[in-house]
């Protein structure tokens, strides 16, 4: 088993930043590759990011390629989301998540996901 554990929510102004962190335990950290996902009011949970286990390779959907930066530090378990230039649109709860494979991951189906954390872009 593995739990993510998000934090770093909150409310905030467009145009500003937030980091969102996903704490891990469990299982080996640096096996699993973690994404970052998020669902708004009345749609579907959407996948945004993914980096492979040592970080050094990333994928970002097209709306957040540019503002969004997923790392991770192995050493401390912990994935992060850095999102920059935010807009009311960005309004969602965010979910970190991890497997073993990539592709389970970005078509929305990983193995274990964290219970959310909200996020409010106020306009």
């Known amino acids: 088993q593995v739990q993510l554990v998000e934090s770093g929510g909150g409310l905030v102004q467009a145009g500003g930043s937030l980091r969102l962190s996903c704490a891990a335990s469990?299982?080996?950290?640096?096996?699993?590759?973690m994404g970052w996902f998020r669902q708004a009011p009345g749609k579907e949970r959407e996948f945004l990011a993914v980096?492979?286990?040592?970080?050094?390779?990333?994928y970002y959907i097209d709306s957040v390629k540019g503002r969004f930066t997923i790392s991770r530090d192995n050493t401390k378990n912990t994935v992060y989301l850095q999102m920059n230039s935010l807009k009311p649109e960005d309004t969602a709860v965010y979910y970190c998540?991890?497997?073993?494979?990539?592709?389970?991951?970005?078509?929305?189906?990983?193995?274990?996901w964290g219970q959310g954390t909200q996020v409010t872009v106020s306009s």
């Open positions: 998540a991890a497997d073993l494979r990539s592709s389970r991951l970005r078509v929305g189906s990983p193995g274990y």
């Open positions: 980096v492979d286990w040592s970080g050094g390779i990333t």
């Open positions: 469990g299982r080996t950290f640096s096996n699993y590759v």
